[in-house]
């Protein structure tokens, strides 16, 4: 059973941006380490973090969860199996907030362009 989907889009002259401005591999930043390892390398780095924040933000939108602090996006953690396939792992209070909602898996799907990216996470019991 859909226990809920999410959806998130973003442009990614947003995260070129914020980019520029400092990096997002420290622990005040919105991505993990793996997340940083797995998408922030290489030409298309901005786009790929953005897809990223996307499905975490469509991840928490699934959840049902109102964002009150940046520290949940660090709780919402995008990782790529090694078929390349996306998948959501969760940790502390997004862990403990699926439990209780019974979930059983997340299904997620991204995407991205040179100007934009987006995600779409359904979360299932």
Known sequence: MIVGIGVDLIECGRAER???????NT???????????????????????????????????????????????REVELLFRPDGHPQIKLHSRMQAKARSLGVRHIWVSIAFAKKHAGASVVVES
Not at 18 to 24: F, G, H, K, V, Y
Not at 39 to 59: D, M, N
Request: proline share 2%; net charge negative.
């Open 27 to 73: 622990d005040e930043s919105v991505f993990t380490a793996a997340e940083v390892r797995q998408c922030g390398e290489g030409r298309y780095k901005a786009a790929r973090l953005s897809a990223c924040f996307a499905a975490k933000e469509a991840a928490l939108k699934a959840l049902g969860v109102v964002i009150e602090d940046l520290g949940l996006f």
């Open 18 to 24: 914020e980019l520029s401005q400092r990096p997002w």
